[in-house]
């Protein structure tokens, strides 16, 4: 029954939690907003996450009821996403995994949507239409490797969107909120 302490911080959510066997014990977020009309760059969302990060580990930590000592390794969120906030969470999961003496597993954040998806959904082998603020990708699972059938050359849907909110001057805060989507809804 592995145990393991996830961080992930690839764009403006920041996040730590605990994982056991398939099961999640815990899972704390904090997220960085700008104000309507402005988008997040790398410098400021990198600081966030720096100044939550390890009040968010603590936080995850106690909620699953489980201490250092009883993890069995440390993952962490390698990619792709924004350097600063990926170089934050690389950092702090590194220096865990040393001090802890625990191995150190990289994870591709596209990779992780989807196997959160399988392990909390009814779908074993999925083909998934990704789409996030940098990436649009088609992507299946075969022969023991997630495969990209195809992708956006241009411009990701999630920052199409994210651009759309910047311009009308609306917000577009992660979900649940008040966002572009919302508003369509509407």
């Known amino acids: 029954m592995p145990t393991v302490l996830g961080l992930e911080g690839s764009a403006n959510k920041v996040g730590a939690g605990v994982v056991r066997d398939g099961a999640v014990l815990s899972n704390r977020r904090a997220t960085y907003v700008t104000p309507p009309g402005h988008g997040f760059a790398p410098g400021p969302t990198g600081r966030h996450h720096r100044e939550r990060l390890l009040g968010l580990v603590g936080a995850a930590l106690r909620d699953a009821g489980v201490g250092p000592a009883e993890l069995d390794g440390v993952a962490f ?110």
Do not use: F
């Open 77 to 186: 969120t390698k990619g792709p996403g924004m350097g600063a906030p990926l170089a934050v969470v690389a950092t702090v999961a590194r220096t865990l995994a040393q001090l802890w003496a625990l191995p150190l597993l990289a994870v591709n954040h596209c990779v992780g949507h989807i196997e959160m998806g399988r392990l909390l959904g009814a779908a074993p082998d999925p083909a998934v239409l990704y789409v996030s603020g940098g990436n649009t990708q088609v992507i299946s699972y075969s022969r023991r490797r997630y495969r990209i059938l195809g992708e956006t050359l241009d411009v990701a849907v999630g920052n199409c969107i994210d651009r759309l909110a910047r311009l009308l001057q609306i917000p577009n805060d992660p979900s649940p909120g008040y966002n572009v989507e919302q508003l369509a809804k509407r």
